[in-house]
Nanobody
Framework: VQLQASGGGLVQAGGSLRLSCAVSGTFFSISVMAWYRQTPGKQREMVANIATDGSTVYADSMEGRFTISRDNAKNTVYLQTSSLRPEDTAVYYC???????????????WGQGTLVTVSS
């Protein structure tokens, strides 16, 4: 299972970016898809996740500004960000919980990260 994240870049405060993460390779099923972020010296934190039924969970500081969505046919998860702040600057990682075979235990897979830089 491979995850390829894209869409990061440099944006001014108040701007927006749309991050994408495509899942490829051999797998049986994907359940939860999520975005995390990490800044130097800090622990990785969850931004948002989305279940197969479309239900979502957001970190408090992101709710109302970020929207997570998924396209199950394309095995892709998106993060639409808006009203970006300098403190949103981080490497954003996509994550999925997936089974690589029908009776396998689900495990986490991570993308390589995409850098979002918000200038003031």
């Amino acid at each position: 299972v491979q995850l390829q994240a894209s869409g990061g870049g440099l944006v001014q405060a108040g701007g927006s970016l749309r991050l994408s993460c495509a899942v490829s390779g051999t797998f049986f099923s994907i359940s939860v898809m999520a975005w995390y972020r990490q800044t130097p010296g800090k622990q990785r934190e969850m931004v948002a996740n989305i279940a197969t039924d479309g239900s979502t969970v957001y970190a408090d500081s992101m709710e109302g500004r970020f929207t997570i969505s998924r396209d199950n046919a394309k095995n892709t998860v998106y993060l639409q960000t808006s009203s970006l702040r300098p403190e949103d600057t981080a490497v954003y990682y996509c994550n999925v919980l997936a089974r690589n075979k029908a009776y396998a235990v689900p495990r986490d897979y991570w993308g390589q990260g995409t850098l979002v830089t918000v200038s003031s």
